[in-house]
């Protein structure tokens, strides 16, 4: 009941088909009371576990499987942190300690029967060789996420910054991001080319220190109009967290006769949005202009955080994450876009 489910007639009689999500905290919820005899996850190290074997939904659904007369159950996984729960306290453990069939296999994407050569070739070069993406999503390898996250950017920056923006821009988007106790307020503007295929960030502001809103809009406004008599400005994308702050700014471009939407960010996963940066600058479709002195210092030092067995992005004020925040905040909306236009890098 209120579960979407196929019905499916087979010479062994009826077979139902239940679709539940396991990433929420309550999404156990949606197997319970019934019994299952084949379970298929996909991406098993993004469904919800706990040490609560009532909550987790991965120990329910092995629950629900007890009654069952041959229970199979079937997962995949992208290869992630060695370190990961999903090894430790599932994959790696039945592998001495459960007593029925346990098969385990090792994918890379030549494994992929139903790419070509070709295809396969193609989403390779959207990875950096030598990244942690590139090592798990397309050697299928377990590593951690460590040292600096845009490594080929702090390699050869020269090979991003640009001195003039490219006579095909398209439009610009800016995005905004509140400083904290340890952390300042950052403007960007970020420009796209006909057809999204390229990205690049044209202008960047980022003030440290205790503000008041008055000065935070202030400076927000004298942003825009610098932006505005440049570029084409389709919106501008505001942390979410801070709705007061936002209300304000909208507030002052009314009072300015500036018309620019203000709408909040869609503050996806922070990990997908690294990933979209790390493919666009494996393909050489992400540039920065030179005076944007904050995004370059921020794509640099920007390092995952070794003392988290998950996937993080340190921040802890010692590096300025507020500038790749707001960069973020202006693509994330056209990731899937940009992400389906192929360009192999030459």
């Not at 507020?322 to 899937?336: F, I, V």
Request: include cysteine.
């Amino acid at each position: 009941k209120d579960n979407e489910a196929l019905y499916i007639h087979t010479q062994t009689g009826e077979k139902i088909i239940i679709f539940a999500g396991g990433g929420k905290a309550d999404s156990y919820k949606k197997i319970l009371g019934n019994s299952y005899g084949m379970w298929i996850a996909t991406e098993i190290n993004e469904h919800y576990d706990s040490d609560d074997s009532r909550t987790s939904f991965i120990k329910v659904a092995m629950g629900r499987q007890v009654a069952a007369v041959q229970p199979f159950t079937l997962w995949d996984l992208n290869p992630s942190n060695p370190n990961h729960p999903i090894y430790e306290n599932y994959i790696d453990t039945f592998k001495d300690t459960y007593i029925g069939k346990y098969l385990y296999e090792h994918f890379t994407i030549n494994d992929n029967a139903t790419l070509s050569d070709d295809r396969k070739k193609l989403i390779e070069s959207k990875y950096i060789k030598g990244s942690v993406w590139h090592r798990r999503d397309i050697l299928g390898e377990r590593c951690v996420a460590e040292g600096l996250i845009y490594q080929e950017f702090a390699d050869e920056p020269e090979k991003f910054i640009i001195d003039k923006a490219p006579d095909d821009l398209w439009f610009a988007i800016i995005g905004v991001d509140f400083g904290g106790n340890k952390s300042g307020d950052a403007f960007n503007c970020t420009g796209f080319t006909y057809g999204l295929k390229q990205v690049i960030t044209l202008e960047d502001k980022w003030k440290d220190g205790k503000k008041t809103p008055e000065q935070l809009n202030k400076d927000f406004v004298e942003f825009v109009k610098m932006c505005r008599s440049k570029y084409k400005i389709m919106e501008c994308r505001a942390d979410s967290a801070e709705q007061t702050l936002i209300q304000g700014m909208k507030v002052a471009l009314i009072k300015y006769h500036i018309p620019l939407d203000v709408k909040d960010a869609v503050k996806g996963e922070i990990n997908g949005r690294i990933q979209l940066y790390n493919s666009l600058m494996a393909q050489g479709r992400y540039k920065i202009m030179k005076n944007c002195n904050h995004t370059i210092d921020a794509l640099k030092n920007a390092v995952w955080d070794s003392t988290k067995f998950e996937d993080v992005r340190l921040d802890n004020g010692t590096s300025n994450i507020d500038s790749l925040d707001a960069q973020e905040y202006t693509t994330e909306k056209y990731t899937k876009d940009l992400l389906a236009v192929q360009m192999i890098r030459r």
